[in-house]
């Protein structure tokens, strides 16, 4: 069953630092999220991304934070100068086209800001 | 906006007992409603969906939902647990017509015992 995969599974940096985390969703959907998770509590929503463009974004995701399919399989998310409270599980997912579709996450990227 | 409420953080329940994980949803539209499973260090697992039809809708590993529009809830079950079922439960809930954003509970731990 194909899947969505997410590198690094952890990853740690330095307060003002900027972050890249990558994920490779399932190649036939059409439809890219990021959502994040704190201490393995709420699963909260960040951004969506159709048409190489961001659908809808939370207010959690700021200027701080972008977006980005820099080609045909990769899906981006930037942190340009991260916080202590950036620090979360980021679980990247894709869906097919119908809002019907369920969401298929990847295994997340653990990130620690120190 | 599209929101989900499950009451309890925490639901613990003998092996071979039958459990149920609460969910109540809020939206303006007809609801999309999804249930998924987190294990440890693990991306979420889709488990069942109702969009339309049948209020007793099954899915994997034995588990099943009932949508009570009524009651605005869509509660999971499972006849008889299993330890293995120890693990976290995220209701979720998407309006109809939107493709973005999926809203998620905070969860809820079930821990089953032998």
Known sequence: EPEVTQTPSHQVTQMGQEVILRCVPISNHLYFYWYRQILGQKVEFLVSFYNNEISEKSEIFDDQFSVERPDGSNFTLKIRSTKLEDSAMYFCASSEALSLSPLHFGNGTRLTVT | ?114
Not at chain 2, 38 to 52: A, D
Not at chain 2, 69 to 96: G, I, N
Request: aromatic share 14%; hydrophobic share 35%; proline share 5%.
């Open chain 2, 1 to 114: 906006a599209q929101s989900v409420a499950q009451p309890e953080d925490q639901v613990n329940v003998a092996e071979g007992n039958p459990l149920t994980v609460k969910c109540t949803y809020s939206v303006s539209g007809n609801p999309y409603l999804f249930w998924y499973v987190q294990y440890p260090n693990r991306g979420l697992q889709f488990l069942l969906k109702y969009i339309t039809g049948d209020n007793l809708v099954k899915g994997s590993y034995g588990f099943e939902a009932e949508f009570n529009k009524s009651q605005t809830s869509f509660h999971l079950k499972k006849p008889s647990a299993l330890v293995s079922d120890s693990a976290l439960y995220f209701c979720a809930v998407r309006e109809w017509n939107n493709n973005n954003d999926m809203r998620f509970g905070a969860g809820t731990r079930l821990t089953v015992k032998p």
